[in-house]
């Protein structure tokens, strides 16, 4: 299974980026957990993540800002962001579980917010 992030890149603090991520070569379903993100000299933190019901957890510095869904029929997850910050740079990972197959981590895609 493969996971491939795209979306990111540089942006002015107050900007808006959208991440999304699509799986491919799963034999089951896949089941997209959230986003995380990982800034220089840190380490990996959640973003976003799906909850039950289909509802959505959030970090408490992005609340409010951004937003996470998925197309289960695409096999792709998203996470909008706006009214971004410097401190929202980082590199972002989206994470996805398959029964029977394990989890699964996207290569990563760099967001920089320049202020």
């Known amino acids: 299974v493969q996971l491939q992030a795209f979306g990111g890149g540089l942006v002015q603090a107050g900007g808006s980026l959208r991440l999304s991520c699509a799986a491919s070569?799963?034999?089951?379903?896949?089941?997209?957990m959230g986003w995380y993100r990982q800034a220089p000299g840190k380490q990996r933190e959640l973003v976003a993540m799906?909850?039950?019901?289909?509802?959505?957890n959030y970090a408490d510095p992005v609340k409010g800002r951004f937003t996470i869904s998925r197309d289960n029929a695409k096999n792709t997850v998203s996470l909008q962001m706006n009214s971004l910050k410097p401190e929202d740079t980082a590199v972002y990972y989206c994470?996805?579980?398959?029964?029977?197959?394990?989890?699964?981590w996207g290569q990563g895609t760099q967001v920089t917010v320049s202020s």
């Open positions: 799906f909850a039950n019901e289909g509802s959505a």
């Open positions: 994470h996805a579980v398959v029964v029977g197959q394990g989890t699964f």
């Open positions: 070569g799963s034999r089951s379903r896949v089941n997209f």
